[in-house]
């Protein structure tokens, strides 16, 4: 019988730092969209804006901790991956248009 122990890679700082930065945005009433690159995330993010959302572009940082994925959206064009965040924006007390 050969015992196998399975071995796990610590995260990276920027991995870790890039885990913290989603949870606490989902905390904070962020939904991360889509990954995605330029030119679509300037156009995805003015369309966002303009159905009353609030918009957030986090980098992207991929498993290997340099943020460049080439297997996702970003294809061998080795553009930066960004996460598209957004959230409704909340009508302040004093705009309450039910009276």
Same mark, same amino acid.
């Given at each position: /019988? @050969?015992?196998? *122990?399975? *071995?796990? /890679?610590? !995260?990276? $700082?920027? /991995?870790?730092? $890039? ?6 945005? @989902?905390?904070?009433?962020? *939904?991360r969209? /889509?990954?995605?690159? =330029? !030119?679509?995330l ?6 966002y804006?303009?159905?009353?959302? =609030? @918009? ?5 940082v991929? +498993?290997?901790?340099?943020g460049? +994925? !080439?297997?996702? +959206? ?9 996460a #598209?965040? @957004?959230?409704? *924006?909340? $009508? ?6 039910? #009276?």
């Amino acid at each position: /019988m @050969v015992n196998v *122990i399975p *071995i796990h /890679m610590a !995260p990276s $700082a920027a /991995m870790q730092s $890039a885990v913290s930065v989603h949870n606490n945005l @989902v905390r904070d009433g962020w *939904i991360r969209q /889509m990954l995605i690159c =330029e !030119p679509r995330l300037s156009e995805l993010v003015d369309t966002y804006k303009k159905l009353g959302y =609030e @918009v957030r572009v986090e980098d992207y940082v991929a +498993a290997d901790g340099d943020g460049n +994925a !080439p297997d996702t +959206a970003g294809g061998d064009s080795g553009q930066q991956v960004r996460a #598209l965040y @957004v959230r409704k *924006i909340k $009508a302040s007390e004093g705009d309450d248009k039910s #009276l």
